[in-house]
Every structure is written in structure tokens, then in C-alpha cells.
């Protein structure tokens, strides 16, 4: 099972800024099958990239995705209000089992 | 737009079953595998169970075989997720979700309590 491990666990930032989350899994994800989502508290998760660095639909090109291999990033280039919440990663390989991570917290400085 | 409501949630005491269920509307729900997932108060995403669209294959998290048992039925648009023999450590919303990704149902929460 592919564990992944999200950098860091809170980041303090400012709206306006820039944010950098990481997501490191524990050996390569097949076919950059990594997803981002963000949840809000009491709302389920929404879905903000998939395939390492394609945006779901309706999703703002504030955000964006890189990586390959073990290593991935989120980049949320200017902050607004409305984008402080949880994000987590996901992998999703060719077939189940699929795993998160363990969540980076988002939070206004 | 697509739209996932699930149900079934409520208190139930150790060792006892619940049948979560799913209503998907807003996509061709025969097209897609759909996968639950849940998460613990105040705890991070856990992925639960798989099942192809039509319903050939099924995955579970490897702590949770035996207890857990999802099931579909493409003629009514809904997913269901069987739990028996439940355990305090169950507690969570349980959400259901588009496979592999997408979008989640809000959830509904299953309390397991004496």
C-alpha cells in the first residue's frame, strides 16, 4: 500500500499569497494518479485536480498541479479568502486499494 | 450536475449492522464505479470499498474484510455499503463518491455506542 505523507501539517499565509503543499508517497505513483481536494468544515471533499496536474471542472486556474514519481505539489498562486480549508492528497494507481494523505491545513495568518 | 445523497446513518449499538445507501443523480450512474469512503471526527480521509460499474469487481480496505459488503443497483441510480459486526472505531461520515475521483456526497454519519 502506498502511503502518502503531506508537507507541511498547517501553513499560516495571508490572502495573497503564494502556497506550496507537498505530498510525498512512500515509492512511485503509477501513471500520475494523484488527485488534490479541499474540504471545508462540514462539507464533504472537492475534487481540485486530478492526473498530477489536470483542474476539474469549475475549478479556478489559481490552482495548479506538478509532480511525478513520489513527489507532488499543489500551488495556489494568490490566495483568497474563500481558499482557506483542509487539502488532501490522493492515489489512486490503477486499481484499489486508494489512500490519502494525512491532510495540510490551510490557515489565514 | 452531478449529485450524490447518502442515507442510512444513525446510532447504532457495538455489534450491530447498517445498510448506507447512495442516490446518484446528474450522470449515467451504470457508466462509473463507485467507491465509500469515510472519516473519523476530526481525522483525516479513509477509503472504504470499491465497486465496478457493473458490479464484477469489488475491493476493500484490508482492515475492514468481512464486515463491510458494497453492493449497486444500476435500475435505481444507488450504491450501498453493508456494515455488520460494527465497532466503536467505525464512528464516522461515511461519504460515497464517483471512482477512482470526483465528487463526494456530503455524507451521512454512523455513531457506534453502548
Known amino acids: 500500500e502506498i502511503v502518502l505523507t503531506q508537507s507541511p501539517g498547517t501553513l499560516s499565509l495571508s490572502p495573497g499569497e503564494r502556497a506550496i503543499l507537498s505530498c510525498r508517497a512512500s515509492?512511485?505513483?503509477?501513471?500520475?494518479?494523484l488527485a488534490w481536494y479541499q474540504q471545508k468544515p462540514g462539507q464533504g471533499p472537492r475534487l481540485l485536480i486530478f492526473?498530477?496536474?489536470n483542474r476539474a471542472t469549475g475549478i479556478p486556474d489559481r490552482f495548479s498541479g506538478s509532480g511525478s514519481g513520489t513527489d507532488f505539489t499543489l500551488t495556489i498562486s494568490r490566495l483568497e479568502p474563500e481558499d482557506f480549508a483542509v487539502y488532501y492528497c490522493?492515489?489512486?494507481?490503477?486499481?484499489?486499494?486508494?489512500?490519502f494523505g494525512q491532510g495540510t491545513r490551510l490557515e489565514i495568518k | 450536475e452531478v449529485q450524490l445523497v447518502e442515507s442510512g446513518g444513525g446510532l447504532v449499538k457495538p455489534g450491530g449492522s447498517l445498510r448506507l445507501s447512495c442516490a446518484a443523480s446528474g450522470f449515467t450512474f451504470s457508466s462509473f464505479s463507485m467507491m465509500w469512503l469515510r472519516q473519523a471526527p476530526g481525522r483525516g480521509l479513509e477509503w472504504v470499498s470499491f465497486?465496478?460499474?457493473?458490479?464484477?469487481?469489488?475491493f476493500y480496505a484490508e482492515s475492514l474484510k468481512g464486515r463491510f459488503t458494497i453492493s449497486r443497483d444500476n435500475s435505481r441510480n444507488s450504491l450501498f455499503l453493508q456494515i455488520n459486526s460494527l465497532r466503536a472505531e467505525d464512528t464516522a461520515v461515511y461519504h460515497c463518491?464517483?471512482?477512482?475521483?470526483?465528487?463526494w456526497g456530503q455524507g451521512t454519519m454512523v455513531t457506534v455506542s453502548s
Open positions: 515509492q512511485s505513483v503509477t501513471g500520475r494518479y
Open positions: 492526473a498530477a496536474s
Open positions: 490522493q492515489q489512486y494507481g490503477i486499481s484499489p486499494p486508494y489512500t
Open positions: 465497486i465496478t460499474s457493473d458490479s464484477s469487481h469489488t
Open positions: 463518491a464517483r471512482a477512482p475521483v470526483g465528487s
